[in-house]
């Protein structure tokens, strides 16, 4: 079955840019699905579609049966509490510890206390930081941060994970770090994740299912594909 | 359950921030206090114009002089006319013996010369005293009384009644003014104060939105936040006004100037006004925050 399927989706930005242009795309559930492409290839602005942080021009976007693109803005929530999402800078607290940090995700929504501390601690324990959980942020290495940021994305079990450039900040080591993350993930948790990158090595290296974008335009989707530019 | 849940969670997060944003908050809650203040001083003065306006109004006598001539029948026919006017509340009747008899229990110098006159070269005259309901119409009331027959003369205190009621209704309105117009500009000022609070949690509220919490979850807290600025706005010009209208009173010993003008007893009155400046105080801050927040909010 399909968790996401795009028809002839057209962005235009209000400053008469166009990122997108007559987009179709379906990408099943459980899958791991990199999107590739140069800067301003329309990367950032099809993952921003997916969490409804922009709404396409034309076309519709469908995630997890949600009209996004009909979505008011009132009901923005609905699909956010569906995916988990990780960004290049982290966006961590740092006022708060780690547990905090994610357990602030489910606060938001209303969680039972007991339920919080259940969830919280497999999460961490998934992404491997069950020893730091008292520590705060400024106190970890960048990669460690970037895996607080991914428990919180998966605290709640969201059917879908949208990454964009997870590892943009991180050196070639870590980065390998975080990919091994994302991929247990996937498969033990049955995630469906979409990550942006402009990383070649970690591309080649995974063996995943590559979207090509260039100048807003579908190049290629590959099974097992490689950077190609 | 989930909604106490997440409403405790609010009420925590919303001290937490007033304490965290302690220097910003103090903007806010000093910027409160002052235009409480005068919102306060404002109000108290209103609802004073108010009541003296009042009592000057139900104190409001026309009072009708009969015709020298005008038998019983007469007397009744007349009464009957006044009577059938809408505008009248009640009115007395006195005979011109009545009036004499009034004048000079009043005064000596009256007893005296009254006593000389027989009662038909008396100057007196048999009169009704009419209340109106609507002392705006008082002068309306007191032409038509004046065009039933065997009345002689009308008075009602014409221009000085006019000129004071216009007088208190124009300052009633002008305090009124300068009350919503205050009002206005906290508002204003608060928007900005919790607009700098809410920039420095941007970040979180970016997160907050980002995991899927609902636009009134986001905006709970900081209402909360308002209403607590609001709260400890209001606690100087509560006192402020509480002492300052009490010691007012003493001094004045009740009244301004002379005793038509009567102030406002302070108790319950003080403990109302206070009320009235805590709830606008709350309102102004929940407004104030639910509006600055408002932006971020959007997608």
């Known amino acids: 079955m399909d968790l996401i399927r795009l028809r002839n989706v057209d962005k235009k930005y209000k400053n008469g840019v166009t990122a997108i242009y007559d987009l179709n795309l379906a990408i099943e559930k459980g899958s791991f699905v990199f999107v590739i492409g140069s800067s301003g290839s329309g990367k950032s602005t099809l993952i921003k579609m997916l969490y409804r942080e922009e709404k396409p021009t034309k076309g519709q976007v469908i995630v997890g049966g949600l009209d996004v693109a009909k979505l008011k803005n009132k009901k923005v929530y609905k699909l956010r509490r569906k995916l988990g999402i990780v960004f290049q800078d982290y966006r961590l607290l740092p006022k708060l510890t780690v547990y905090e940090n994610v357990a602030f995700a489910l606060e938001c929504i209303g969680e039972k206390k007991d339920t919080i501390r259940t969830k919280v601690l497999k999460a961490l324990e998934d992404v491997g930081l069950k020893n730091k959980v008292h520590e705060y942020p400024g106190n970890l290495s960048g990669g460690e941060q970037q895996r607080v940021a991914i428990a919180r994305a998966i605290v709640n079990d969201p059917k879908l994970l949208l990454c964009d450039e997870p590892t943009g900040n991180l050196d070639p080591e870590k980065s390998m770090e975080i990919m091994k993350v994302l991929e247990s993930i996937n498969k033990s948790r049955g995630t469906t994740i979409i990550m942006a990158t402009h990383d070649k090595e970690i591309v080649n290296k995974m063996k995943k299912q590559v979207i090509t974008l260039k100048d807003g335009h579908l190049v290629k989707f590959k099974q097992k594909g490689t950077y190609v530019e | ?299």
């Open chain 2, 1 to 299: 359950m989930k909604l106490i849940r997440m409403l405790g969670r609010s009420i925590r997060d919303a001290i937490k921030s007033v304490i965290r944003n302690f220097s910003l908050s103090l903007a806010s809650i000093s910027c409160i206090t002052i235009t409480l203040i005068i919102v306060s001083v404002a109000l108290i003065a209103s609802f004073n114009v108010q009541n003296f306006t009042e009592a000057i109004e139900k104190d409001m006598t026309i009072v009708v002089f009969l015709d020298n001539d005008a038998k019983e029948e007469d007397v009744k026919t007349i009464e009957k006319a006044i009577k059938a006017i809408p505008n009248v509340e009640k009115y007395t009747y006195q005979t011109k013996q009545e009036v004499k008899e009034k004048m000079q229990e009043e005064s000596e110098v009256f007893n005296a010369v009254l006593d000389n006159w027989e009662e038909q070269d008396s100057p007196l005259k048999d009169t009704f005293q009419v209340k109106v309901k609507e002392v705006t119409a008082i002068r309306n009331t007191a032409e038509k009384i004046e065009k039933i027959d065997k009345v002689s003369i009308v008075r009602y205190g014409e221009g000085m009644v006019d000129k004071m009621v216009t007088a208190f209704s124009s300052i009633q309105k002008l305090t009124y003014g300068i009350v919503i117009a205050l009002i206005i500009v906290t508002v204003f000022l608060i928007i900005n104060t919790i607009k700098l609070t809410i920039s420095a949690r941007k970040r979180e509220i970016g997160i907050m939105r980002l995991v899927g919490a609902s636009n009134l979850t986001i905006k709970i807290p900081f209402i909360i936040e308002g209403m607590i600025l609001g709260i400890f706005g209001s606690i100087i010009p509560v006192i402020v006004t509480t002492y300052g209208y009490l010691a007012f009173y003493k001094h004045f010993d009740g009244y301004l100037y002379s005793k038509l003008v009567q102030l406002i007893k302070p108790e319950p009155f003080i403990y109302q006004a206070s009320l009235i400046v805590i709830g606008i105080g709350i309102l102004v801050g929940m407004i104030g925050s639910a509006s600055a927040v408002r932006r971020y909010l959007k997608i």
